[in-house]
């Protein structure tokens, strides 16, 4: 098969971005949404923005991602996420968005019926695969906590968890990581040990984005605290870091 030459690929965007009020929902839409959607507007907001919207070319209107739609209008109105506020109209959803405000979307050119069939489809059970339980539990403990507010807004929360790792049994050790340490008696290997002191307990954690490198000096000259370019966190007020060195707990025997 001849290779399509890159400039045609790139004029022929897979999406565009396009206002959230350029889109017009399915009133017939099958699917109803309630509220799950600010649950997807603050995953939106941990993470970014992945799959576009789906849309008639012709009438912008909406043939899969109604959830996604109703989640950004939420983010542009302003949203609390983990305690912070966040989105706002100068809300960017991806750092490559051209603009605030804007969300990606994917023109197709299908006549009235054709959308409705891809509508359908989009929300057909039977043309979507079966979780797997093990696995879901493998991807969701691996890098996040038990408890950890992104993967409750999942639905994978402690309580679901706890539910697939009983519905799924051994295949839960079966889909574990192999590398590291292995699998054993948690109560046993801790016996013994000291208990840990953690001097550093932290109240609270406010991620903060600056602009410029001017933002970045003025920031820290209103804190009163010195950075470099490798400072990536801080304690406010100011405190020591703490030397590790020598802190390995190595048994007596």
């Not at 507007?41 to 008639?56: C, D, E, M, S, Y």
Request: aromatic letters at 6%.
């Amino acid at each position: 098969m001849k290779p399509v030459p890159i400039a045609r690929a790139l004029d022929a965007a897979a999406a565009v971005w396009l206002p959230v009020d350029a889109l017009r929902p399915n009133p017939r839409n099958p699917r109803a949404h309630g509220a799950e959607v600010q649950r997807l507007a603050r995953t939106i907001v941990r993470t970014t923005w992945g799959a576009p919207i789906i849309a008639q070319a012709g009438t912008h209107r909406i043939i899969g991602g109604h959830g996604r739609l109703e989640a950004a209008r939420l983010i542009l109105a302003g949203i609390e996420v983990d305690g912070i506020a966040r989105g706002g109209p100068e809300h960017r959803f991806d750092r490559s968005a051209p603009g605030p405000g804007l969300v990606p979307v994917r023109l197709v050119d299908v006549s009235d019926a054709e959308a409705d069939a891809m509508t359908l489809a989009d929300n057909a059970r039977t043309l979507q695969g079966i979780d797997d339980a093990a696995a879901l539990v493998a991807m969701a403990t691996a890098a996040f906590s038990r408890d950890a507010p992104t993967m409750a807004d999942m639905g994978y929360g402690a309580a679901e968890l706890d539910a697939l790792v009983k519905s799924a049994g051994d295949a839960v050790l079966a889909a574990a990581p192999t590398t590291g340490t292995a699998v054993t008696d948690h109560d046993a290997e801790w016996e013994g040990m000291p208990e840990f002191d953690n001097p550093n307990n932290c109240h609270r954690k406010v991620f903060v984005s600056l602009g410029s490198a001017e933002d970045a000096t003025d920031f820290f000259r209103l804190i009163g605290q010195d950075f470099t370019e490798k400072t990536k966190s801080i304690w406010h007020p100011y405190k020591e870091d703490r030397v590790l060195e020598g802190k390995r707990w190595e048994s007596e025997e």
